[in-house]
């Protein structure tokens, strides 16, 4: 069992950065891939990004490229996505998930943090 919580969000104007934060807690954290996830009002949840294991294979939805940085520190057993140049259509509740073998149907999930992008 791995324990995720988020942090981080907010409300932000457009153009704006945050940075979020996801904390896991239980089994070797550094076992997991994560990704984080984001779902807007009325729409179905979807991939934003995610990192390996060990870091070496990141990816991003194409929407968010050039934008967003996913990074990881397994001491710390914290993942991270800093956002950039943030756009009205960012906005929604951003989760991190993880899983030991398929990143984009984990298995593990985290209650969600609100990000807010106002114009």
């Known amino acids: 069992q791995v324990h995720l919580v988020e942090s981080g969000g907010g409300l932000v104007q457009t153009g704006g950065s945050l940075r979020l934060s996801c904390a896991a807690s239980?089994?070797?954290?550094?076992?997991?891939?994560v990704g984080w996830f984001r779902q807007a009002p009325g729409k179905d949840r979807e991939f934003v990004a995610s990192?390996?294991?060990?870091?070496?294979?990141?990816q991003y939805a194409a929407s968010v490229q050039g934008r967003f940085a996913i990074s990881r520190n397994n001491a710390k057993n914290t993942v991270y996505l800093q956002m950039n140049s943030l756009k009205v259509e960012d906005t929604g509740v951003y989760f991190c998930?993880?899983?030991?073998?398929?990143?984009?149907?984990?298995?593990?999930w985290g209650q969600g943090t609100q990000v807010t992008v106002s114009s």
């Open positions: 239980g089994r070797t954290f550094s076992n997991y891939a």
């Open positions: 998930a993880a899983d030991e073998d398929n990143v984009r149907a984990p298995k593990y």
């Open positions: 990192v390996s294991w060990g870091g070496g294979l990141i």
